[in-house]
Each structure stands twice: as structure tokens, then as C-alpha cells.
């Protein structure tokens, strides 16, 4: 059964260049990009009026963003490697710590927080995955060793027991945070692993990059369940309904995609532009109605509801 989505809004112009990242909380959705500024806009209102901008964040850009589940934290990291947690009180950001851990340019690429923002995991260039106590005191507690690949993404479960990265040389690894031992290497993409994405109930871990495929694994016994095939162009993105029920991707050809997970396939396709699509994110669900957002390399963010109230 095919679902729709509306456009039901374009933040035109939301960055001078590319947005690289969005990360969404309760009432807001963050944005980043190669320009120093992080945006924030309200999704409370329907038009997404801009309510707050960090400026300066990164000097030279930022690649990836995330907030916690629980909407008080974020982090971000830039192009010159600097590392920033920022604390949210009643709707405005302020910065409360940087991650100083003698980081160059690039040494640190794709991060990921936990549940409550406690614990900011990360790839690096050759392959490490590195855990710190972010609201603490900013101490490094964990790393992780793989073999030496380039880690392009990064996840953590929401239970916080297991740490999925992935990586350039398409190396899809789990990691056991309890006894910081390697839980699975998973088989099945040979290609940069772009994104990676564990289910809100954490039985499940998606994949996805060069490939053009979706992997999904079980996260328990480490086995490849389904490949969700359609893309035909590199995946830059994953994101999982808050239920667990719907995945999003987005790819190199500007086309984002939800797929039925029950299913196994695709049940609706958009095409808002043929520009590069670097991150899709679910907005928070507003009444019985889903939606999500898109940003990428023509600058905009675009956002999407369920055409019904099903």
C-alpha cells in the first residue's frame, strides 16, 4: 500500500551552501552547513519561522549534526575537526562544552549521542570509533577498534547497549558498549557505507551507501534479514519512524523514500530536486499525521506531511 506526502513547506535559502545536517527535537528542527552559522527553526508554527542562529559555530562549516532523543542536547562537529556540545533550556541553545581531544581536520567525522545525551560517539579517519562522556566532563571513556577504515557514519541503540559505524571500505561493524568487545561484523556491502541507522526498539540496524541498496541486519544474530532495493543513486541518509514501522532514506539524485518495513518495500517516492540530498530526518509527529524533511545542495530545507490522517 503506497502512502503520500505534501510539500507543505520550503525554508528557501535556509544556508548560503550546502546543508549538510538536520537534527530534530519535540519542537524544533537544527540546521548546518558549509557556512559557520547552526539555524534553528520551530516546527511548532507552520511556517517554520527561523527562532534562533548560533553564529560562528564552526569557522569553516559544519558537517554533522545530532541531538538527543530526549531534545536537551546536541552536538556538532566542523570541517576543522572542533567538536561542540550544546545544552537546550526552554527552547534556546547555548554552547556547554567543546570535545578537546587534539583533533585535526577530519580526524573526527560522524558522531552520534545516546539517549539522554550523556555519551557522544564518533568515527574517525582510520577507523576508530571513540565514546566520551559528553555532559560530564568531556573524558574520553571508550574506543573502538576496526581495520582501519575511514568511518563515513555512526549510530547508537536506543537502549544503549550496542554502537554501529560504517565504513569506506564497506565494513559494517557492532560493538558491545557493555563490555566494549566487537559484537558482529556484518557481510553484505562492499561499498562506502554512508549511513547507518538502529531501529527504535534496537532489533534491527539498516544500512546504506554506494551500494544502493538498504541492508537490513538483525542486530541480535548479526544476520542480513532484507535488502530494500529501488535507489538508483548513492544513499547519503537513513532515519527510522518514531515507531519503528517506516524507514526514510535520502540519495545522490535528490530523491528521498519511505520504505514500509513490514512490507519490505518502498511506498512512496519524492523528487523536490536532482541535487544531492546529504540528510533526511522525520519531524515530530503532529497529531496522527507523519512527516519529514529534507535538506541538501540546493541550499533549502523541505518539508513534508501525510497527505491523509491515516
Known sequence: MSKQYLTTHTIDHAHPT???ALACTHTQILSASGSSSIR??????????LVQTLEKAHKLGCHHLVTSRNGRVAASVGFAGEVRIWKQESGTWSET???????KAGEIWAIALSVDGQYLAATSFDGRINVWDSLANGAKIREFETKGSFGMCIDLSADGRFTASGHENGGIYIFDNDTGRLRHSLPGLVKPVRAVAFSPG???LAAA???KIIALYDVASGE??????GHGAWIFSLDWSDTGEYLLS???????KVWSIDQRECVATHTETDKTLWRVKWLPKTG?????ATGGANRSICLYREATGG
Open 202 to 204: 534496537g532489533k534491527l
Open 18 to 20: 550546502d546543508v549538510f
Open 40 to 49: 534553528i527553526h520551530s516546527t511548532a508554527d507552520p511556517s517554520f519561522p
Open 209 to 211: 551507501g554506494d551500494s
Open 288 to 292: 496522527r499525521n507523519e512527516g519529514f
Open 224 to 229: 542480513q534479514v532484507a535488502n530494500l532495493t
Open 97 to 103: 562544552r567543546k570535545i578537546v581531544d587534539g583533533n
Open 250 to 256: 535520502g540519495a545522490f539524485d535528490g530523491k528521498v
